[in-house]
């Protein structure tokens, strides 16, 4: 059986406050697989849970409670860390580098040498379109390239599973795009990615599965289809039926001549579920 890329097993993590006899639980009994080859997204609100989740995944903050693995491997283990790459929200580059030395700079950190390091280089400018700025320093890359240089040097070791926390942020929509294309392009090469993100539409366009976070608990999670589909309603799309025939549908089709073409559930957005999923009781109370 093959290993999950990500396995959370009942993960608390809980920050004491400083100067005061009280704590704040950032994450409460977690459970959350992601499957290898899989794009899984991470959502929830601020102060959710989400960016603690991603750095007890990372090995950079340890549970208080709970087991985190990463491809089998305990995730604080600095093996671990080996088949994972890493592009933070708002990263941070030597801006009198280059595209091409930023990229030569980091595959020197995670050990390459310096036969593979050069065609690694030439691989991740071409993949994620930024051969012809390869000379130019990081001073002159727009928020979109410094983005996919980001994601460059995140792939530069070649991980297994690629962590991108809100990869899109700031960007301009073509280069959201391009961002999305390069995402689903490294699923076709077997590659897991686990995204946080607050742009629920892109979201919905490439995830496989997704996860919402509210107050650090786990409170929907899921495919896409399992998510959006909405329970108890129905819907038909039908060939050749008068407004009379659609009023009593489920009584006259078989005998009027009209065709049911489609019936299945109708679909919410992903934006309505988080939500209602991330709605407080305070609100609910409210309305």
């Known amino acids: 059986m093959t290993e999950p890329a990500v396995a959370l097993n009942g993960v608390t993590k809980i920050f004491p406050v400083p100067f005061q006899r009280c ?3 950032a994450v409460r009994n977690l459970n959350l697989k992601v499957a290898a080859g899989q794009i899984y ?23 208080t409670r709970g087991q985190a693995r ?28 280059t595209g091409e030395e930023t990229l030569r700079f980091y595959g020197k950190l995670c050990g390459l040498s310096r036969a593979s390091l050069r065609n690694r280089v030439d691989e991740m400018l071409q993949l994620v379109g930024l051969t012809s700025a390869r000379k130019r320093q990081l001073a002159g890359y727009s928020k ?45 090469r077997g590659i897991t990615v686990l995204l946080s993100s607050h742009l629920l539409g892109q979201v919905q366009e490439i995830c496989d599965r997704v996860g919402i976070l509210a107050n650090g608990v ?14 108890k309603e129905t819907q038909f799309v039908v060939e050749n039926a008068s407004p009379q025939l659609l009023e009593e549908i489920e009584r006259l089709a078989a005998g009027s001549g009209a065709r049911i ?21 305070e609100k609910r109370t409210d309305e």
């Open 23 to 25: 704590s704040i639980v």
């Open 41 to 63: 997204g991470l959502l929830g609100p601020n102060g959710s849970g989400k960016s603690t989740t991603l750095k007890i995944i990372l090995g950079l903050v340890t549970p």
């Open 70 to 97: 990463v491809f089998g491997q305990e995730s604080d283990r600095v093996a671990s860390r080996e088949s994972v790459g890493f592009l933070p929200e708002s990263p941070y580059f030597y801006k009198f580098l």
């Open 144 to 188: 979109g390239m410094l983005q996919r240089i980001g994601l460059a040097q995140a792939l530069i070791q070649e991980p297994a599973l690629l962590v991108l926390d809100e990869p899109t942020a700031g960007v301009d929509p073509a280069g959201a795009q391009e961002i999305r294309d390069l995402i689903l392009a490294l699923k076709s």
């Open 218 to 231: 786990l409170v929907r999670e899921g495919s896409l289809p399992e998510l959006l589909g909405m329970e």
């Open 261 to 281: 073409i489609e019936r299945g559930s109708p679909r919410s957005s992903l934006e309505q579920l988080f939500l209602e999923a991330t709605e407080t009781p």
